[in-house]
T-cell receptor, first 111, second 115 residues
Framework: DAKTTQPTSMDCAEGRAANLPCNHSTISGNEYVYWYRQIHSQGPQYIIHGLKNNETNEMASLIITEDRKSSTLILPHATLRDTAVYYCIVRVGYNTDKLIFGTGTRLQVFP | NAGVTQTPKFQVLKTGQSMTLQCAQDMNHNSMYWYRQDPGMGLRLIYYSASEGTTDKGEVPNGYNVSRLNKREFSLRLESAAPSQTSVYFC??????????????FGQGTRLTVV
């Protein structure tokens, strides 16, 4: 099962882009990269996912390197409400549908 | 459409007591999960159920049992609670598709303290 490595914490100024990196060097060809976030002690919230192409939705953009060994989640205009723990997850297995969380990156957005 | 509902939201148990955490989803999802989150830590998978009638162990299954009662409900039981099981417990559900491009929805958590 592929593991992920993320920085423990990051800071970002409000209104600036937040770029959160994730390393998943052992990812398999059929595994997706997912991003979730957890605000305070709430249940995690889905953000975005991708396989090998860059993806964008109303919340964020996901940039996956060509070799798929790393990715970056981009919040284009961070707000104070984006302060949260962000988890990069690689989908485990082919048909089992498990989600294994790491320790994540604590993003602090400051005024 | 409530999503994923967990009960209770808070619980205090004495060591050795038993209890069942309830989880229900109304999205017709096949897969359901139980996680625990200790203070300052990430989520760890306890058990999951890929479909009705099946359950499998996750990373930290010891001390827990689960029941997939039907497609909607997935319960987590602590037979003999220990202080080490003090944690926040999250239930989640997702659709299981061969393409694997599905998101999981989480409940708001059950905060359990074992004294």
């Amino acid at each position: 099962d592929a593991k992920t490595t993320q920085p423990t914490s990051m800071d970002c100024a409000e209104g600036r882009a937040a770029n959160l990196p994730c390393n998943h060097s052992t990812i398999s060809g059929n595994e997706y990269v997912y991003w979730y976030r957890q605000i305070h002690s709430q249940g995690p919230q889905y953000i975005i996912h991708g396989l090998k192409n860059n993806e964008t939705n109303e919340m964020a953009s996901l940039i996956i390197t060509e070799d798929r060994k790393s990715s970056t989640l981009i919040l284009p205009h961070a707000t104070l409400r984006d302060t949260a723990v962000y988890y990069c997850i690689v989908r485990v297995g082919y048909n089992t549908d498990k989600l294994i969380f790491g320790t994540g990156t604590r993003l602090q957005v400051f005024p | 459409n409530a999503g994923v509902t967990q009960t209770p939201k808070f619980q205090v148990l004495k060591t050795g007591q038993s209890m069942t955490l309830q989880c229900a989803q109304d999205m017709n999802h096949n897969s359901m999960y139980w996680y625990r989150q200790d203070p300052g830590m990430g989520l760890r998978l306890i058990y999951y159920s890929a479909s009705e009638g099946t359950t499998d162990k996750g990373e930290v299954p010891n001390g827990y049992n689960v029941s997939r009662l039907n497609k909607r409900e997935f319960s987590l039981r602590l037979e003999s609670a220990a202080p080490s099981q003090t944690s926040v417990y999250f239930c989640a559900s997702s659709e299981a598709l061969p393409e694997m491009n599905t998101e999981a929805f989480f409940g708001q958590g059950t905060r359990l303290t074992v004294v």
